[in-house]
């Protein structure tokens, strides 16, 4: 992403802050000379003076398999965006642009074993739908298992 200097943030908290309130992201990981894109939720958790971010997809989804920790993965988080007028300026020589914020975390993913799935999903229900978290509690063993067997939750470490 191309990024001026002037533009860069690198305070842990405010990118943190971001990232939760713009949790829905593009998940990007490249092999072979392949990219491979998902669109989920992710969540960011703040790990020491970094950042550790945990998502899942359905295993059926081909990316899923790229999960392993061996491909690097990139997730971008995207906040507001805007065309912007060069009539906005008293420049009679500015062009035309697009204002954005976006977070771009860069990292290497691995899957989560069934009790730190079962605990993502947990934080997942905290984050998105409190309310559902006692029917999921409540509901039948089986059919959570089948559940949590057809996803691919993962977790990063936001590495930049």
């Not at 971008?76 to 035309?96: C, E, I, K, N, T």
């Not at 993502?120 to 309310?131: G, M």
């Amino acid at each position: 992403m191309y990024l001026p200097q002037f533009q860069r943030v690198e305070d842990t908290q405010t990118l943190l802050a971001f990232m939760r309130e713009h949790p829905f992201t593009n998940v990007i990981t490249s092999t072979s000379g392949v990219a491979a894109v998902s669109h989920i939720p992710v969540l960011a958790f703040r790990d020491g003076d970094g950042i550790r971010l945990r998502g899942h997809m359905a295993r059926s989804n081909d990316h899923s398999a790229l999960l392993d920790g061996d491909a690097p993965t990139v997730v971008v988080f995207q906040g507001p965006h805007a065309y912007v007028s060069p009539l906005m300026y008293d420049d009679a020589g500015a062009g035309p642009t697009w204002d954005y914020i976006a977070v771009q975390a860069s990292g290497h993913t691995r899957v989560l074993d069934d009790d730190d799935t079962h605990e993502f999903l947990h934080e997942l229900l905290a984050a998105f739908d409190p309310d559902f978290r006692a029917r999921w509690d409540a509901a039948d063993e089986a059919l959570r298992t089948c559940m949590v067997g057809g996803i691919a939750a993962f977790e990063m470490d936001v590495k930049h």
